[in-house]
């Protein structure tokens, strides 16, 4: 009875892991750096109860944006985009929680900030599509190419946080 209550507890343990596995990059890009608003973004994603996966400040070559907007490359704005990202550091980090991808882009708003509704970073911090302040990965496969894109496999942090078990039922 005893080790079938304990390996009903692991199974448990490892539901509530895969639950709350899903990660996503997420990028303050220059004018968030430059405009202070490393701080406050982070806080949202902390205060939804997201977990800090991993994050450096990071000025990436050209190759390497293009490389993340390849998706984009006949945009009409794309050279423009790259010289945006060219123009400052910019802040890169990995958030993990549960539908960490959906509701990523939900706390970051609409692409373009007149269309972003009060409460969302974009809709609380920008006008501007072309000073968005952040970014954020679309999907989940996305996400798994930006991470890779952006960090090294021994960059991201495994830890299980204090407040897990007051976020997660
Ligand atoms: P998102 O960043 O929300 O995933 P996209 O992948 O469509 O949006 O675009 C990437 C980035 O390109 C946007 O965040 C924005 O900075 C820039 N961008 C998108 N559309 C325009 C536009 N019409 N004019 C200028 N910049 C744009």
Redo the contacts with the bound molecule.
């Keep these: 009875l005893r080790q079938a209550n304990q390996s009903k507890l692991e199974k448990e343990k490892e539901e509530a892991s895969n639950m709350s596995s899903e990660q996503t990059f997420i990028a303050i890009?220059p004018d968030g750096v430059q405009r202070g608003l490393v701080g406050p973004i982070i806080t949202r994603f902390e205060q939804r109860g997201y977990k800090l996966v991993a994050m450096k400040l990071v000025s990436p070559s050209k190759e390497h944006l293009e490389k993340h907007?390849e998706d984009?490359a006949d945009?009409p704005?794309y050279k423009?985009?790259v010289t945006?990202m060219l123009s400052g550091p910019i802040c890169a980090m990995v958030w993990e929680g549960r539908e960490a991808v959906k509701t990523g882009r939900t706390l970051?708003g609409a692409?373009?900030p007149m269309a972003s509704a009060p409460g969302t970073i974009r809709g609380d911090y920008a006008i501007d599509?072309?000073r968005?302040v952040c970014?954020?990965s679309?999907a989940v496969e996305s996400a798994k190419k930006e991470i890779d894109l952006w960090f090294k496999k021994e960059e991201l942090m495994s830890y299980k946080p204090a407040n897990f078990d007051w976020i997660y039922e």
């Design positions: 890009k907007y984009l945009k704005f423009g985009l945006y970051l692409t373009n599509v072309g968005n970014h954020g679309d």
